[in-house]
């Protein structure tokens, strides 16, 4: 990696807590990998450590529920970064399947089909008809809103919805949002969520304590990533005021592919990785999209995401899992003594 694209990714990764973990560095290391971390959110306060062989049964002690984010399974593209990625989205239902507690929903962050034809939306159906979690939340991505501005999608997957797709739901204490920021998207630009969507939003919190637990979810990052390549979504800064007052708020993206994440305060944004194909990291091409890597090291760079509630201590652990097996780097765990 160039000086310049180092300099780049600092600039890009914030700051966070300073507890003696060097964060900034190790996420630096991580992020274009398929290994990844486990986020522990305890009254607004992150612990981060490496995910490893047999954290997953660690994540779970004394949970109370747990999901998986699944993201990016481009059901239909067949170029040389992934030849057969309804292989690879099997390969992730196989892993969840395998998991030590069963999930008892997933969610789908988008980019379910890669042209939003009828025959992909039907290939994913059943291949997650194989899920142990039958439950399944979706937000759409842009390319399932390719051939008829998503109305296939809404018809499929969006009953019960609001306009192009937004919707919540309440699961033992948590509050779930499913956004949607991928209607009339420009290519190559920011997305969008629109005054209706953000007022919509507004009202669905505006009764809740601030002691429930958030959980947004939408296809792009709700977080400026990289705007030169749209990673990041234009109206975010105003959605994101209506959840500062609630005290553990978790983000969950996917679109890029790769695993980023950040903390603000009692924030925690977090993107995941894809089923189908790696994009490379910010600045390091002329532009995003598929980056074709070594066969056998494929399913490295692909991944889901587990995600566990621990009610007595209102937190969400949040573990990246490769497809494959993959070497986690060495990096302390510590909490966070940022201010409240």
């Not at 490295?300 to 899992?321: E, F, P, W």
Request: aromatic share 8%; net charge negative; with cysteine.
């Amino acid at each position: 990696m160039t000086d310049k694209n180092k300099d780049l990714i600092d600039q890009k990764l914030q700051d966070l807590n300073n507890d003696g973990v060097d964060r900034r560095g190790f996420l630096k290391c991580m992020a274009w990998a398929g290994t990844g971390l486990v986020w522990t959110m305890s009254g607004g306060i992150p612990v981060s450590r490496a995910f490893a062989k047999g954290h997953g049964k660690d994540a779970v002690k004394g949970g109370d529920f747990s999901f998986v984010q699944i993201s990016d399974s481009h059901i239909g593209f067949n170029k040389p970064a992934n030849p057969d990625v309804t292989a690879t989205l099997q390969t992730a239902i196989n892993k969840i399947n395998a998991m030590p507690h069963k999930p008892e929903f997933i969610i789908h962050t988008g980019d379910l089909s890669q042209l939003s034809k009828p025959s992909e939306f039907d290939t994913l159906d059943q291949v997650l008809k194989g899920a142990s979690a039958k439950q399944v939340y979706y937000v759409p991505g842009e390319h399932d809103m390719l051939s008829d501005n998503g109305e296939q999608f809404l018809q499929r997957y969006g009953k019960g919805t609001k306009g192009s797709g937004w919707y919540s739901f309440d699961q033992k204490g948590v509050h779930f949002v499913g956004l949607v920021n991928v209607a009339n998207l420009k290519a190559g630009g920011m997305g969008s969520l629109g005054h209706e969507q953000l007022e919509w939003l507004e009202d669905d919190l505006k009764g809740r304590s601030a002691s429930t637990p958030i959980v947004l979810f939408a296809h792009i990052p709700l977080w400026t990533i990289y705007p030169d390549w749209g990673w990041g979504t234009d109206d975010s800064e105003q959605a994101l005021s209506y959840v500062k007052r609630f005290g553990s708020v978790t983000v969950l993206n996917g679109h890029i592919h790769q695993i980023m994440q950040k903390v603000e305060g009692k924030v925690s944004f977090h993107t995941a990785m894809s089923t189908a194909f790696p994009q490379p990291a910010p600045g390091t091409a002329p532009s995003a999209g598929p980056m074709k890597v070594p066969a056998d090291q494929l399913q490295k760079v692909l991944g889901i995401t587990d995600v566990n509630y621990l009610v007595s201590g209102r937190s969400l652990a949040v573990v990246d899992s490769p497809l494959g097996e993959s070497d986690a780097s060495s990096a302390g765990s510590g909490g966070g003594a940022g201010g409240r």
